[in-house]
C-alpha cells in the first residue's frame, strides 16, 4: 500500500525557517517524481514545488522561488522541502503528492503538515 | 500565480446530478493538456477522482465522470449523496510554469 506520510510541520517566526519531510512507503520511490502542494487557511490548492526522479531537476512556484528548496533522499525514501524566509502568506497545511509514472496527475497524497507563520 | 477557474459553489439534493466547470488558458488547458479532477474532504488527503479528463482510476465509483469539450473540461456526478460534500479542484499541467495549477476549488453542498 503507498503510504506519504509528511512531518516537521509547526509554529515558525516571519523570516524563519522550518522543513518539512515526507517518509514515503510502498513502492519504490527512486522512480517517481513528486511534489509539495499547500492549502492556506480558507484557500484552495496551490502547487508549491517539483522533483524529477533522478533529483536533477526542480521546479518552483513563483511564490516560494528564491526561499524553497526541494530534494529528495533515495536510499531513506524521503522528500524535504526547506522553506526559509518564512513569511505569514506561507501558513499553510503542506502535502506530498506523487506524480502517477509517465502521466502529469499526482496519484497519491499525504494527509498534510501543518504550518504556521507567526510572531 | 494564476490558475484555473471553478464556480465557488453547487449544490444539489440528494439523487440529483450536478456538474462543475473548469476554464484555463492557453498556457495550460489551451495548450492541449489533459485535465484531472481531486475531492477533498474535511480533514482528509485530496484524493484523484479523474484524470486524463475523463478516466476513473480503481475504486471510484461511476457516479463520477469526467468529459471536455474543447478547451472546456467538466466533471458531473449522479445519484448525489450526503457523503460527497466537500470540496472539488481541477487541475492541470502549465507549461509556462513548469509546474501545475489548480482551479480554486468548487464546494459541493448536498441538501
Known amino acids: 500500500e503507498v503510504q506519504l506520510v509528511e512531518s516537521g510541520g509547526g509554529l515558525a517566526q516571519p523570516g524563519g525557517s522550518l522543513r518539512l519531510s515526507c517518509a514515503a512507503s510502498?513502492?519504490?520511490?527512486?522512480?517517481?517524481?513528486m511534489n509539495w502542494v499547500r492549502q492556506a487557511p480558507g484557500k484552495g490548492l496551490e502547487w508549491v514545488s517539483y522533483?524529477?526522479?533522478?533529483?536533477?531537476?526542480?521546479y518552483y512556484a513563483e511564490s516560494v522561488k528564491g526561499r524553497f528548496t526541494i530534494s529528495r533522499d533515495d536510499a531513506k525514501n524521503s522528500l524535504s522541502l526547506q522553506m526559509n524566509s518564512l513569511r505569514a502568506e506561507d501558513t499553510a497545511v503542506y502535502y506530498c503528492?506523487?506524480?502517477?509514472?509517465?502521466?502529469?496527475?499526482?496519484?497519491?497524497w499525504g494527509q498534510g503538515a501543518l504550518v504556521t507563520v507567526s510572531s | 500565480q494564476s490558475g484555473l477557474t471553478q464556480p465557488p459553489s453547487v449544490s444539489g439534493a440528494p439523487g440529483q446530478r450536478i456538474t462543475i466547470s473548469c476554464t484555463g488558458s492557453?498556457?495550460?488547458?489551451?495548450?492541449?493538456?489533459?485535465v484531472h479532477w481531486y475531492q477533498h474532504l474535511p480533514g482528509t488527503a485530496p484524493k484523484l477522482l479523474i484524470y486524463?479528463?475523463?478516466n476513473r482510476p480503481s475504486g471510484v465509483p461511476d457516479r463520477f465522470s469526467g468529459s471536455r469539450s474543447g478547451t472546456s473540461p467538466s466533471l458531473a456526478i449522479t445519484g448525489l449523496q450526503a457523503e460527497d460534500e466537500g470540496d472539488y479542484y481541477c487541475?492541470?499541467?502549465?507549461?509556462?510554469?513548469?509546474?501545475?495549477?489548480f482551479g480554486g476549488g468548487t464546494k459541493l453542498t448536498v441538501l
Open positions: 487541475q492541470s499541467y502549465d507549461r509556462s510554469l513548469s509546474g501545475w495549477v
Open positions: 522533483i524529477s526522479s533522478s533529483g536533477s531537476t526542480m
Open positions: 503528492a506523487r506524480v502517477s509514472s509517465g502521466d502529469n496527475y499526482f496519484d497519491y
Open positions: 486524463g479528463n475523463s
Open positions: 492557453s498556457s495550460n488547458i489551451g495548450a492541449g493538456y489533459d
Open positions: 510502498g513502492f519504490i520511490f527512486s522512480r517517481y517524481e
